[in-house]
């Protein structure tokens, strides 16, 4: 059984920095290379993409957070992270972490909700002017 379990939201100010995380499990021993990914929501609107990293490293970010946020992971503690800096009101949204088998998807789909397998329950990020 796949699980993911994010963590790190809060209510910030304008121009705050947050870190969040998330916990997997499963996702090595049933998929022998598999992404990541960050998502999220905001009300009323699409769930959007704003990072992701294949399984050979490379990431894409969404033009909306290109040099405000980093998304890293680290497959021998099973965690990704999404480091936001600057952050602006307009980042406030529910944030998702995903997976999917790498066999499952690629590039230009890497910010496509619909082609992940796995997610998280969320975590509440909310940005204050």
């Known amino acids: 059984q796949v699980q993911l379990v994010e963590s790190g939201g809060a209510s910030v100010q304008a121009g705050g920095s947050l870190r969040l995380s998330c916990v997997h499990s499963g996702l090595s021993d049933r998929h022998g290379h598999f992404w990541v990914a960050w998502f999220r929501q905001a009300p009323g609107e699409k769930r959007q993409g704003v990072a992701s990293i294949a399984h050979d490293s490379r990431t894409y970010y969404a033009d909306a957070v290109k040099g405000r946020f980093t998304m890293s992971r680290d497959d021998t503690t099973n965690t990704l992270a999404l480091l936001m800096s600057s952050l602006q009101p307009e980042d406030t949204a529910m944030y998702y972490c995903?997976?999917?088998?790498?066999?499952?998807?690629?590039?230009?789909?890497?910010?496509?909700?619909?082609?992940?397998?796995?997610w998280g329950q969320g975590t509440q990020v909310t940005v204050s002017s």
């Open positions: 995903a997976a999917v088998s790498a066999l499952r998807v690629s590039e230009p789909f890497w910010s496509d909700p619909t082609v992940y397998t796995y």
